[in-house]
């Protein structure tokens, strides 16, 4: 898949002037770009997650709801070569919910 390059930074953060932008890369070299889920799109990742039928497609499809670059079309393309990825990128998209392994703890 190719890279992100400048003239789509551009274009991206025309179209999303209100939105922080983060680039996810994997270790194969695959680049999305994507926003934080809102309150009500973690709410139904968390549904879905809890649901037994739908929860092996969860962070697929937080991840498609997040996604700004590439094309949904394109990246259906990648994970159809490399579906770990879907997982890789959703992991990606919790931290920026907020979501972590580790919070840092001070006795007071």
Known sequence: MPKLNDDQLK??????????????SSDTGDEVVVRAPSRA???????????????MKAPEE????????????????LLDKRPGLAETFASGV????????DVEKKVL
């Open 11 to 24: 274009e991206l953060k025309g179209k999303h002037p209100d939105l922080e932008l983060v680039l996810l």
């Open 41 to 55: 799109e973690w709410d139904r990742f968390r549904l879905l997650m809890n649901n037994d039928s739908r929860k």
């Open 62 to 77: 937080m991840l498609f709801w997040c996604l700004l670059w590439p094309a949904k079309a394109d990246l259906e393309t």
């Open 94 to 101: 919790a931290g920026l919910a907020g979501a972590q392994k």
